[in-house]
């Protein structure tokens, strides 16, 4: 909230120009009186308000042309608006007027700097003719720290910062541009391709939006609004679509976007950098870590799309990829909590895969339901029960194999054990548990005593497979 002494002292700072400003009403009477007007003026330029200031001057100077501290005042406005000629004209006249030592210094001091001015002027235009960019806007940049309000130096200094490939800068001079000068359609139609470019699309169409509430007709602004209108509704859907889940969807509107703009990189590799992260959401691996990939050929830092192929290549069971990715999206973005999780995650896979996989050894996807499961382990466990061996080795190498296909199910079929083996910890590894309670098969086959992996009881290898 503002405090009343912040409201009583703004009433302060500007009680003695509200008086002037009404008693100019009732000086309207005496449309000669040309202190009402220089006082009106005088206001205006206290209130940093110089548009308004300068008819007010202009009145007094019409009324009392030897008046040479208005006409020093307008022209130093005018100096400031690049009018140089009219400028110039003040300056001079106030040096024939018999003016103070004062004002005589300033308006000399003045027209000198006009001269120099009028000068670059006509330098940063030959050299901006000449395509020589750098050199224009180095000049434009001297014009502009005298002439702040002028609106032709500052559009000729945005065209050569397009051209040098410098947006922002660009986008800083059309901005004020079209604050300088009422109904500036083409500043704001310039700010709205550029931010277009630069892929941008919702301040693009901001722009291009008051560029239309200033002529609704105008066609530049209109047959840009409609594209980048359509661009947009576009975007947002394929926005729409992931917050629900629908990725299939998004990778479908994302890639319309890109039938929709297929000419600017920015819009393409939007695109493309949101079907990767669609399709990794979507557990579709292969097809992310290839567009994924081909959005990094072009942008190789873009931390969101490293993130995304890493998880992809781990629901791939890429490990060691996954691993390279994170890391470099760590060095890029230091302090990601989901990055540092992602690489400890992405290391403890790669280490249990170089140990005991329990979804290879029942030969199931990670994505397998339990019913998937226990098909594929009953499967296992018939092909390799011990009793089906009679040989002392093969009996001994089948009976390692049946207590890593009955662990296997047991943890695949358990969702806490799997939830764990899923984030890299073995949850039969002593180890991996770090003292944690885990189940372990204890002393080689014999260990099974009591455990029958189909089902209750005392353990028995006579089996009935239907």
Avoid at 368 to 383: D, P
Wanted: charged share 30%; net charge neutral.
């Amino acid at each position: 909230m503002v405090s009343i002494d912040h409201v009583a002292h703004k009433i302060l700072t500007y009680f003695p120009y509200v008086l002037v400003l009404i008693d100019m009403r009732f000086q309207d009477r005496d449309p000669q009186n040309y202190m009402a007007y220089y006082r009106r003026a005088t206001v205006f330029l206290a209130m940093g308000k110089s548009k308004s200031a300068l008819p007010d001057l202009s009145r007094v100077i019409e009324l009392k042309p030897d008046f040479t501290s208005a006409r020093l005042q307008r022209g130093n406005l005018l100096l400031k608006q690049g009018k140089l000629d009219e400028a110039e004209s003040d300056f001079k006249k106030v040096l024939k007027s018999n003016p103070s030592d004062k004002e005589e210094k300033e308006a000399q001091s003045q027209l000198t700097k006009s001269d120099e001015i009028q000068r670059l002027v006509a330098q940063s235009h030959r050299s901006f003719d000449d395509k020589d960019y750098v050199t224009a806007a180095a000049q434009l940049d001297t014009v502009i720290e005298t002439c702040v309000w002028d609106v032709t130096s500052r559009e000729m200094r945005a065209e050569c910062f397009i051209q040098m490939g410098e947006m922002g800068k660009a986008i800083s001079d059309l901005k004020a541009a079209s604050k300088l000068k009422n109904d500036n359609t083409q500043a704001f139609y310039k700010l709205s391709t550029i931010y277009y470019n630069l892929g941008d699309h919702e301040m693009s169409l901001n722009e291009v939006r008051e560029c239309l509430k200033l002529d609704p007709d105008h066609k530049q602004c209109y047959s840009h609004y409609k594209q980048v209108k359509k661009l947009n509704k576009q975007i947002q859907a394929a926005e729409e679509f992931i917050q629900e889940q629908r990725y299939e969807d998004a990778v479908s509107k994302y890639e319309a976007v890109m039938t929709t703009e297929p000419n600017v990189q920015h819009f393409l590799l939007l695109a493309k950098e949101r079907i990767c992260h669609a399709l990794t959401q979507a557990q579709q691996a292969s097809r992310a870590i290839s567009v994924c990939s081909e959005v990094l050929k072009s942008s190789p830092a873009n931390v969101n799309v490293l993130k995304d192929r890493a998880e992809a290549y781990l629901q791939d069971e890429q490990y060691e990829e996954a691993v390279k990715d994170y890391e470099t999206a760590a060095k890029h973005s230091e302090g990601d909590r989901h990055i540092k999780e992602g690489l400890e995650r992405a290391q403890r896979l790669l280490k249990q895969s170089q140990k005991r996989d329990y979804y290879k050894i029942l030969g199931v996807k990670r994505t397998a339901q339990k019913k998937e499961i226990i098909r594929a382990y009953r499967k296992l466990a018939q092909q390799w029960h011990p009793d089906n061996f009679q040989d002392p080795e093969e009996k001994k190498k089948a009976e390692k194999k049946f207590i890593d296909i009955a662990q296997a199910k047991e943890v695949l079929t358990d969702p806490e054990m799997r939830t764990k083996f899923d984030h890299g910890e073995d949850p039969m590894d002593p180890e991996s548990q770090q003292g944690h309670h885990h189940h372990h098969f204890h002393g080689g086959f014999h260990g099974f005593q009591g455990f029958n992996p189909f089902g209750s009881g005392p353990f028995n290898f006579k089996f009935n497979f239907n």
